[in-house]
């Protein structure tokens, strides 16, 4: 079954990955960072070679995001996506796992988990 992990973070920088621009990342030690930049080119390779990636995608900045909503017919944008929360989808994996447990799994190794959030949602198909 194919999941979609969204990873919420609040960057200094949205570049790719989000999580080395992260207030996180930047106090943590050398070494620290050494062992988050390991974790997640380990994690890379190991769901690349298992076939469990499909794919990936960093999203830009929050700022220039548009909602759209239609009310009475009408079309409504605002600018951004107004989160309730300080932390904005900053990209997504499409993984195609054998349950959800597994997904979790791989969700919880990404970097980011440790200071943002990630969301897994199965794709409906």
């Known amino acids: 079954m194919k999941y979609l992990v969204l990873i919420y973070s609040n960057p200094t920088s ?3 990955p989000t999580f080395v621009h992260s207030d996180y990342y930047r ?4 070494a620290e960072r050494a062992a988050m930049d ?13 076939g469990e990636l499909i794919s990936g995608t960093p999203l830009a900045e ?30 997504y994996f499409v993984l195609d796992c054998a349950t959800l447990d597994r997904a979790t799994e791989l969700a919880a190794r990404f970097p980011d988990a440790r200071f943002g959030r990630i969301e897994v949602r199965p794709i409906m198909e």
Not at 27 to 30: E, F, I, K, N
Not at 66 to 85: H, L, M
Request: proline share 6%; no cysteine; aromatic share 6%.
């Open 27 to 30: 106090s943590a030690s050398p």
């Open 14 to 16: 949205w570049a790719h």
């Open 62 to 91: 929050p700022s220039t995001t548009r909602t759209v909503r239609v009310q009475d017919g009408v079309t409504v944008t605002t600018d951004g996506p107004f989160a309730e929360s300080k932390e904005q989808m900053a990209g």
């Open 38 to 50: 390991a974790q997640f080119a380990e994690l890379m390779h190991e769901i690349s070679d298992s």
